[in-house]
């Protein structure tokens, strides 16, 4: 710790020494200081993160997480179903499977007469499984002998190939609990068993999800080609657990139809061995990651994923212009969405022109640091670099209201993978890569046939008897 010398002994040249020596020292001291908070506001600003003002997701979030917030402006129409709507209420059917009459009394409780033989006053239906049991089909050949001596045999049926086997409804309900509720495998043989009265080994769920992968996997291929060719896609790519290594499971998508692929590699090396990727010449809809930037196609920025940057900034940051954006980008998105397509040029010429000026009175509160002669860029402020980022791909920030058919956010590949995450969380990871490799064929076709309406269950059972349904891939 620094003493203070004795003043009246020094002399003026020796004073001005030390006025210089403690001058330097505070120079220093304010550097350091300056460098600490802005570590701290850092650190904060770590703390502060979370699923609706960054892209972390949910998950870390905890018992803390922060309402979610819609991008839809209130309509002051009362929730729950509307006027006209024709809702999905229990309602009786005309012919019942099975009737039960419940008599009326044959004597009269108060006079004791003999009462005549009771009409209908009254029905109520009731709603319910019957009792759940497998049942066993044995197939017998015969054979007879000709009085020539050759002997003559019946054929099994192509699908029985084994003495004892699994029917196409079992294999169709263990794909169904495993890869679209993700239930983990030994709880999937386990439901079977409970429900059905036929527990299942976990080697048996896996052979039978070998066989569906192998049976899928040409629909699957037909998927990623038809999304090829579409106008508009989504991508989206996130990391699974397979045993202690990070392999990266990716995501094409449209509205109808869903493709899913995995890979060690997150980017280039990932599209190249795809073959999809590279292919595609439509609007490619992502949040700005490099790799999908770099593919020759129309490029749509994600704006859920800016909003929630915007809400960062003006709620942690506390820089009003973040919070105008917000409600700018929102205005637009509210009048796209009842224009029911792109906005005309002069309402573009509008938005954009109120998008330049927010972003100018951005930069305004985020000053550029000064080059610091370091090789590569100088780091500049969160906001900054944002601020940077709106104005370089305007044009792809604003395609949703200038392009048909280009939506305002990147939900539709979002939604895509989140269910494959449940998965994760649910058993813990993926044991091997060809586990992997085998969820995203049969995910990539059982999303692709919720999208489009069709009953699961039903669709895996044609499957395991040979006959594999095909999606809509128009």
């Not at 749509?300 to 919070?323: D, I, P, S």
């Not at 972003?359 to 670099?385: F, M």
């Not at 058993?427 to 995910?443: A, D, K, Q, V």
């Amino acid at each position: 710790m620094l003493e203070l010398p004795e003043l009246e002994r020094l002399s003026p040249s020796e004073k001005d020494d030390l006025i210089r020596a403690l001058f330097a020292h505070v120079q220093s001291l304010a550097q350091q200081v300056e460098a600490l908070s802005a570590k701290v506001a850092e650190l904060e600003g770590r703390l502060a993160k979370n699923s609706q003002n960054s892209s972390k997701p949910p998950s870390p979030d905890g018992l803390s997480r922060p309402q979610p917030k819609s991008l839809r402006k209130a309509t002051g129409k009362p929730n729950g179903g509307q006027k006209g709507h024709s809702g999905q209420t229990l309602k009786q059917v005309v012919e019942p499977d099975y009737i039960e009459m419940h008599e009326a009394p044959e004597i009269c409780d108060a006079c004791g007469a003999v009462l005549a033989k009771g009409e209908l006053a009254e029905k109520r239906q009731v709603f319910d499984l019957p009792k759940l049991k497998h049942v066993v089909t044995e197939h017998r050949v015969l054979q007879v002998r000709c009085p020539c001596g050759k002997r003559h045999r019946g054929v099994f049926p192509g699908a029985v190939s084994a003495p004892v086997q699994y029917g196409p409804g079992v294999k169709a309900a263990v794909v169904h609990l495993t890869h679209h509720h993700m239930q983990p495998l030994a709880r999937t043989g386990s439901l079977i068993g409970d429900l059905f009265g036929l527990p299942i080994s976990e080697a048996s769920v896996l052979a039978i999800h070998a066989e569906a992968r192998e049976r899928l996997a040409p629909t699957v291929q037909a998927i990623g080609e038809a999304i090829q060719d579409s106008p508009v896609a989504h991508a989206d790519e996130t990391g699974m657990r397979v045993k202690r290594s990070l392999q990266w499971l990716h995501v094409l998508a449209t509205p109808f139809l869903t493709w899913m692929g995995c890979h060690q590699h997150r980017g280039k090396k990932a599209f190249d061995a795809f073959g999809i990727h590279g292919e595609f010449t439509g609007t490619l809809v992502h949040d700005g990651w490099r790799p999908y930037r770099d593919l020759d196609c129309l490029h749509a920025l994600c704006n859920a994923h800016h909003l929630r940057e915007l809400t960062y900034v003006f709620e942690e940051m506390k820089q009003a212009w973040a919070g105008e954006l917000i409600e700018h980008l929102l205005a637009a998105y509210q009048e796209v969405d009842e224009a029911g397509g792109p906005l005309t040029s002069e309402r573009i010429a509008f938005y954009r022109t109120g998008y330049n000026a927010i972003l100018d009175d951005g930069e305004t509160h985020n000053p550029r640091a000064p080059r610091s002669g370091k090789r590569g860029g100088t780091k500049q402020s969160k906001a900054l670099n944002l601020i940077d980022r709106l104005r370089i791909y305007a044009d792809d920030v604003w395609r949703f209201a200038t392009d048909p058919g280009v939506p305002f956010s990147n939900n539709v590949a979002e939604q895509a993978v989140r269910m494959p995450k449940v998965k994760q969380k649910i058993s813990g990871g993926f044991r091997t890569i060809p586990g992997l490799e085998t969820f995203c064929t049969i995910r990539s076709y059982l999303a692709t046939l919720h999208k489009q309406g069709a009953n699961l269950y039903s669709a895996l059972a044609q499957v395991f008897d040979g006959n594999v349904p095909q999606p809509r891939f128009a």
